[in-house]
């Protein structure tokens, strides 16, 4: 193997003056769940390596209902974390638990389709990306991150930070085996409702409909100001399969993803209904 | 910081007792454990996270061992499928395992075993949803899971009869 040297920091700001010092040639990793198979696979030779796992970001604060997720936390933590809407659902579905007790939050992010499943939840409960670099921190709106995934030379993700969730949620994913899979369709609903039953905010998330987690913005433009019925919900889930821009891979056709899409949205707001 | 330079030698508490392994960076915990200290219970699978044939008990977390870096292992406790019983004296799930005819090729069990094991020493009497859960992550292709998932509720069974150990 020709890597020359892998960096395993103890803090943040030993890692960031790491990247800093080696920016692009440095493959950063958080559990090595995407780094390490891609290596394996003959897709990656990193000649110089970093393992945020023991950096000092693996730790959840909570706040007032918001989360603060450190970046290396695993995705076996986030199984358990109650009250951060559908999170501890999608991550309970992320492989298996071998897998999750390496894989991390912020790791996740950087997974392309049709993995990356934890952006589905959290791109529908606002969340924003901590990125901590020599200048300082700055803050991003996930959906705007994972458009581009753009750091600069000494930035790394540090910590996740959600909303307190608002309304009511659901989370469903479909795969080609019930458990430990890549997914089909992801879809996650974030739905407020005020005291007359419409729709006053809505966010509809997709995974493995785009290249990354997306928003599905029309969706939810069909909802909004509108009661949660069959009617609103049918233009809802049509809106969506119109926007999404899904992939044909190994596990699913562009036309079955879409198809599953508008099934998958339909279903998830029913769930929401049905919880009124 | 632990910062690995060309090749290093690593300490892992094995099994009970202490090994060192000179690793490369980047050297994974498999690897270390197939190809350096000959333990070949624990699986070469697809490299990939998928098919679970490489876990093993890290402290006493189920990891994948083709993912993880052996430097990340430095100091920790690994528990292989060689680490809970042999031939002269089987842990429980060997047993079960063996009698309910839940290894066909094998190549899946020894990470069976290990993920059985885990869930049993957190859970010691699981639902059959449980097992599954716990049991997603590795793939069998021969034995279409009945007999690993029967094996799993025997063991426990036995377990709790105090003849396990």
């Known amino acids: 193997m020709s890597t020359t040297a892998f960096f395993v920091p103890r803090t943040v700001d030993e890692a960031i003056e790491l990247k800093r010092e080696h920016g692009k040639n440095l493959v950063v990793m958080g559990g090595g769940t995407i780094v390490m198979g891609l290596v394996h696979d003959g897709q990656l030779f990193p000649k110089l390596a970093m393992s945020l796992a023991r950096a000092g970001m693996s730790d959840v604060r909570r706040r007032d209902g918001q989360f603060e997720i450190g970046a290396a936390t695993p995705v076996a933590r986030l199984t358990e974390l109650k009250g951060a809407a559908t999170l501890d659902r999608a991550a309970g579905m992320l492989g298996g638990p071998a897998l999750r007790t390496l894989a991390t939050a912020g790791g996740n992010l950087f997974a392309k389709a049709p993995y990356g499943d934890l952006c589905v939840p959290l791109l529908a409960m606002d969340a924003e990306v901590e990125i901590a670099g020599t200048e300082g921190r700055r803050t991003a709106p996930l959906e705007q991150f994972l458009s581009r995934r753009a750091l600069k030379n000494d930035e790394l993700v540090v910590s996740i930070r959600v909303p307190k969730p608002r309304g009511r949620g659901a989370y469903l994913k479909l795969g080609r085996r019930q458990a430990n899979t890549p997914s089909v369709v992801a879809v996650a609903v974030q739905v407020v409702l005020d005291g007359t039953g419409k729709c006053t905010d809505v966010r509809i998330a997709l995974g493995a409909a785009a290249p990354q987690a997306v928003r599905a913005k029309k969706a939810e433009a069909a909802l909004t100001g509108r009661r949660l019925d069959a009617a609103s919900i049918s233009a809802a889930a049509q809106a969506a399969q119109a926007e999404c821009n899904p992939a044909t891979d190994s596990l699913a056709s562009a036309w079955y993803r879409r198809e599953m899409v508008g099934v998958f949205v339909r279903r998830a707001l029913d769930e929401v209904g049905r919880t009124i | ?137 590795n793939l069998c292709r021969c034995t279409g899971y009945v007999p690993i998932i029967e094996a799993v509720e025997d063991a426990a069974r036995r377990m709790s009869k105090g003849a396990g150990r």
């Not at chain 2, 290093?8 to 200290?37: F, K, Y």
């Not at chain 2, 060689?82 to 094998?106: N, T, V």
Request: hydrophobic share 40%; net charge neutral; proline share 5%.
């Open chain 2, 1 to 137: 910081m632990a910062t690995q330079l060309a090749v290093q030698t690593v300490t892992l508490q094995l099994n009970g007792r202490p090994h060192a392994v000179v690793a490369a960076p980047l050297t994974t915990l498999r690897t270390a454990l197939r190809e350096d200290l000959h333990l070949h219970a624990t699986k070469a699978g697809c490299g990939q996270g998928g098919c679970g044939s490489c876990t093993v008990l890290l402290d006493d977390e189920l990891v994948l061992s083709c993912l993880l870096p052996v430097v990340l292992a430095e100091g920790r406790r690994v528990t292989t499928l060689e680490g809970i019983g042999g031939p002269s004296r089987l842990h429980p799930l060997q047993e079960a395992f063996h009698d309910h005819f839940a290894a066909q090729c094998g190549y899946c069990t020894a990470g069976m075993i290990m993920a059985a094991k885990w869930l049993l020493d957190r859970n010691p009497n699981p639902t059959r949803a449980e097992i599954q859960a716990a049991l997603a992550g």
